[in-house]
């Protein structure tokens, strides 16, 4: 189903469409054919069949309340999610495990329309080669059609029809039989023990023979039974005679043994046959022809049983006719005929909507075949025509690189079809380690949908910086990636950016403080991730990198800072321009959004403040938003000089610190931290002073604060589970940890200690050391602080910069199983100790232990 069909059925059971819900669900995909793929699928988070193992199933339901609990109430986030997953998979709700065990494929659903594979994953491989041109059309011939859809179903009616009359209809007539052997065997049991009985007594002395065989006669001959009581028993000898006969006492005492009678028109001598029966079997049953009565001219069968009486040498016999049987197979034979005629007349009706139906499908099928192979035509010139180079991997074969691959690198395909490519093009970098790693295991992985930035080594040697991106396809029904290469077409800008080394990284600070306009600042800052990348490609450290991108920072800020002074006039008082939060402790990220302030000196109070205070904000309104142009977000929680309620006066800033301080509830915690971080950027340096040193007496003369705060504090954990594990979480089936997270709990500790210490340092690093120095914390306890702080940072540094080619774009999410042993080792161990610091922080401020 489409989105909008999904979003449809909720609407009409629930009254919410949730179309951003659905698309979640879905992953953003809805497929129609192989060009869009190669547009869309190139675009961050891009994966168009994980999505189904991860969020098609029961487990995924937490997440995506969490993902959209902000906008809806969790039971219709459930209702919506549950429809949407039992539309899809026969109001069934699978679980992981069903995906897992291969109860259902990770083949996206709106493709099972198609069931047919039109080119086999050889003939695919041969197309992608340029050998292949398309199938001949087989064209079926009206003949042909009809032996192959309308002569089976013919022959199936046929086949069907006879074993009705050939073996049922027999065996049913068998049945009938057999019940009226049985019947008149039961009814002839109770002639016989009369006979056995009188037989017994005269064995026995109370009967002379004669006597005996009278009584016995007497009783047989009133014998009777059957619908009107014609039916009776008659009784011969062995010769035959006939001894007694209820309907016919001129026969009594005659020998039988040529006798025939005119309503037996089968013409047997029934009681010879009676007697060569009981000499051989004992008894048995005849089957003749007889008339009903003398005047009836119709001869229907009969059925006769005659059983012998070895004391006395008499038969005694019965017989009923059995045109009943033959009347009831008639009338069911009518009926049958009846029923397949109509029968036949229906299934010849939905066989001719089947062939009608079978040549539509068999016409369609010829037309999409066709278009398929134009399509596939017009896909490879496309690809063959495209700017950047592609590799398809199908089966886990390299089968197909484009022309433009082969001319960037100057591979031949010959080149490259032998064993694993992936160490020939990539050289051993933090940039491309990663990337192999990822490559080298498509098959027992899903593609990552981010981007990956490497340097390709081409076949003369040389090396060619591209932008990688890895995302499947599914071909001949078959798992298959492709692999897209986008070369980075660097600026034209001056290259005193290729010149940045680890011994010489003030170039591009000169050239920012030399700069003439507010825009020659933001296309130097536009081009810092270029310097990152030089830096790292030289294997500069981490530290080194957080430094200089801080640096970079604060000097593009003063440039800005004085050219739009020089733009706008003189200040009307002094002020200072605050960097807070990451950018106050000179931590900051290619990622970081901006955390600034303002503070100025102004004894105005009513307009002429408020004055004052609308120069600053125009100061900060150019600073902020060359900052934005720049790639430093704007703060999402406006925590920025151009907000009014960070543009104050030192009096203002007070009341503010005052009121957090004092007031010291959760909704005044919440924010306060960034403000702990503040320091000097441009200005009157003495008014940064003068707060930080209110803000230190304020703190000191309300000791409960500090309490509250490090309450505050320890509602940040460190992620760490029984055992001393990583606590990790999942993110579309990845189990992954968040490194913001971790490193939370750490700069929290350091900061509420450095506040209760009067340090006035914003750099976590240096306030360790000052810690240190006074004695607050002995020489172990910093050096694992100062360890721990740079594990967790250049792991953080370091998978920003694996995760997005661009550098523009914040992911703090560690793909645990993505790290070496020693990494997670390293990892464990810093997690660890931020659990021990968390503990002390408790036991100092609050006396309560925790470990």
Request: aromatic share 12%; with cysteine.
């Amino acid at each position: 189903m489409k989105i909008s069909d999904h979003a449809d059925h909720t609407e009409k059971l629930y009254k919410l469409r949730a179309e951003d819900i659905h698309k979640w669900i879905d992953g953003y995909f809805d497929r129609q054919g192989f060009d869009e793929f190669l547009q869309i699928g190139r675009t961050p988070g891009f994966n168009p069949y994980t999505h189904r193992k991860f969020r098609h199933c029961h487990e995924a339901l937490p997440e995506v309340i969490k993902e959209f609990s902000y906008k809806y109430a969790n039971d219709q986030i459930q209702n919506v999610f549950e429809c949407h997953i039992k539309d899809d998979y026969d109001n069934y709700i699978p679980t992981r495990e069903d995906f897992s065990n291969g109860t259902f494929s990770e083949k996206y659903h709106e493709s099972e329309e198609s069931k047919e594979k039109i080119l086999t994953s050889g003939e695919l491989e041969r197309y992608f080669s340029g050998n292949y041109s398309g199938r001949k059309q087989n064209r079926s011939s009206p003949e042909r059609f009809g032996l192959r859809i309308v002569l089976p179903a013919i022959i199936s009616l046929i086949i069907f029809i006879l074993s009705i009359f050939l073996i049922i209809l027999p065996l049913f007539h068998e049945s009938l039989m057999e019940e009226k052997k049985e019947m008149i065997m039961e009814i002839s049991s109770v002639a016989v023990s009369i006979l056995d009985y009188y037989a017994s007594m005269e064995s026995e002395g109370s009967f002379s023979r004669e006597k005996a065989q009278s009584t016995a006669l007497d009783e047989i001959q009133k014998l009777r039974y059957g619908p009107d009581h014609e039916n009776y028993f008659w009784i011969t000898d062995m010769q035959p005679v006939m001894v007694m006969h209820p309907w016919r006492p001129d026969l009594n005492g005659q020998d039988l043994s040529d006798y025939t009678d005119s309503k037996n028109r089968s013409g047997k001598k029934l009681f010879v046959e009676s007697v060569q029966l009981v000499q051989d079997w004992g008894g048995g049953f005849l089957e003749y022809l007889w008339q009903p009565d003398e005047s009836s001219l119709r001869v229907v069968p009969k059925l006769s049983y005659v059983q012998g009486l070895p004391q006395w040498k008499w038969i005694i016999g019965t017989g009923i006719y059995i045109h009943d049987v033959e009347d009831e197979i008639s009338r069911l034979t009518d009926h049958l005929v009846i029923i397949f005629l109509i029968i036949s007349f229906l299934m010849f009706m939905i066989l001719v909507y089947m062939v009608i139906e079978s040549r539509t499908i068999e016409r369609n099928r010829q037309h999409a075949e066709t278009g398929l192979i134009e399509a596939k035509e017009r896909y490879r010139a496309l690809v063959e025509a495209s700017n950047e180079g592609y590799i398809l991997i199908l089966n886990h074969r390299n089968i197909f690189f484009n022309p433009t691959f082969q001319r960037m690198t100057g591979y031949t395909e010959q080149d490259l079809l032998s064993g694993s490519i992936w160490d020939q093009l990539f050289t051993s970098s933090v940039r491309s380690n990663s990337l192999k790693f990822h490559l080298e295991n498509l098959k027992s992985e899903a593609p990552n949908p981010d981007e990956f930035e490497a340097m390709l080594r081409c076949q003369s040697g040389s090396f060619i910086d591209v932008v990688v991106r890895v995302s499947r396809i599914f071909l001949s029904e078959e798992n298959g990636q492709v692999v897209s290469f986008r070369p980075i077409i660097h600026s034209s800008l001056p290259l005193y950016i290729d010149t940045v080394t680890a011994d010489n990284p003030d170039i591009i600070l000169k050239e920012i403080q030399a700069s003439e306009s507010n825009a020659h600042v933001v296309r130097i800052l536009n081009q810092l991730p270029l310097s990152i990348r030089s830096m790292l490609d030289l294997n500069v450290g981490a530290e080194k990198i957080r430094i200089y991108i801080s640096k970079v920072y604060s000097f593009s800020v003063q440039r800005i800072i004085e050219l739009s002074i020089d733009e706008m006039g003189k200040p009307p008082a002094d002020f200072a321009f605050l960097s807070l939060g990451s950018s106050g402790r000179q931590e900051m990220t290619l990622f970081s959004d901006q955390d600034n302030a303002i503070v100025f000196n102004s004894e105005k109070t009513g307009e002429g403040l408020e004055a004052t205070r609308l120069y600053f904000l125009n100061l900060a309104d150019k600073v902020c938003s060359r900052l934005n142009q720049a790639g430093f977000p704007y703060c999402p929680g406006g925590i920025m000089a151009v907000n009014p309620a960070y543009c104050l006066s030192l009096e203002e800033w007070y009341k503010k610190y005052s009121y957090w301080i004092t007031k010291a509830d959760n909704n005044s915690l919440l924010d306060i931290h960034v403000f702990f971080d503040l320091s000097y950027v441009w200005g009157d340096g003495y008014l940064v002073d003068e707060l930080k040193l209110y803000i230190f007496k304020l703190s000191q003369n309300r000791p409960e604060f500090l309490s509250h705060f490090a309450g505050n504090c320890l509602q940040y954990k460190a992620p760490v589970g029984l055992l001393g594990t990583v606590k990790t979480e999942e993110r579309d089936g990845m189990s992954v940890v968040n490194l913001k997270e971790c490193l939370i709990p750490l700069i929290n500790f350091v900061r509420i200690y450095a506040l209760r210490s009067e340090i006035s340092e914003t750099s976590t690093l240096i306030r360790i050391r000052s810690l240190e120095d006074i004695g607050v914390l002995n020489k172990p306890s910093a050096k694992d602080l100062k360890k721990a702080f740079e594990i967790l940072w250049e792991l953080r540094f370091t998978n920003q910069i694996i995760s997005h080619g661009a550098l523009r774009k914040v992911n703090d999410d560690l793909i645990l199983k993505n790290l070496s042993v020693q990494n997670r080792k390293d990892l464990q161990w810093a997690l660890s100790v931020i659990s021990g610091i968390q503990s002390r922080l408790s036991f100092d401020f609050l006396g309560m232990d925790i470990s």
